[in-house]
């Protein structure tokens, strides 16, 4: 089990670009798969990005093209790179990480209930 950190959300115009980090308590290596969900009031969480512990990544539809995401294992670091933000992309963004979810598929990001570690969040606001 490890503690999540988000960092990085704040308010941008549209087009404009942002990075959040998620800093981990403990050693991200040896397994763990991590992901990047958001989440607005009245709304589900959506899985919006996710890294296995091979690199190997998955995108929603909604943010392909547009988001990155990547990790930094010597820091215990996950990083949300968005660019081309869109005002539907306000949200509340959350980081998770499991070291026994195993990421095959774009739709392996949409369960966010296999995932035990979570952060509190960092919003992000893109105005039009």
């Known amino acids: 089990q490890v503690q999540l950190v988000e960092s990085g959300g704040g308010s941008v115009q549209a087009g404009g670009s942002l990075r959040l980090s998620c800093a981990a308590s403990g050693s991200i290596d040896g397994g763990y798969s991590m992901a990047w969900f958001r989440q607005t009031p009245g709304t589900e969480r959506e899985g919006v990005a996710g890294?296995?512990?091979?690199?190997?990544?998955y995108y929603a539809d909604s943010v392909k093209g547009r988001f990155t995401i990547s990790r930094d294992n010597a820091k215990n670091t996950l990083y949300l790179h968005m660019n081309s933000l869109k005002p539907e992309d306000t949200s509340i963004y959350y980081c998770a990480a499991d070291p026994f979810v195993v990421l095959v598929a774009p739709t392996s990001i949409q369960r966010p209930g296999l995932f035990h570690d979570w952060g509190q969040g960092t919003q992000v606001t893109v105005s039009s």
């Open positions: 890294i296995d512990s091979d690199g190997s990544t």
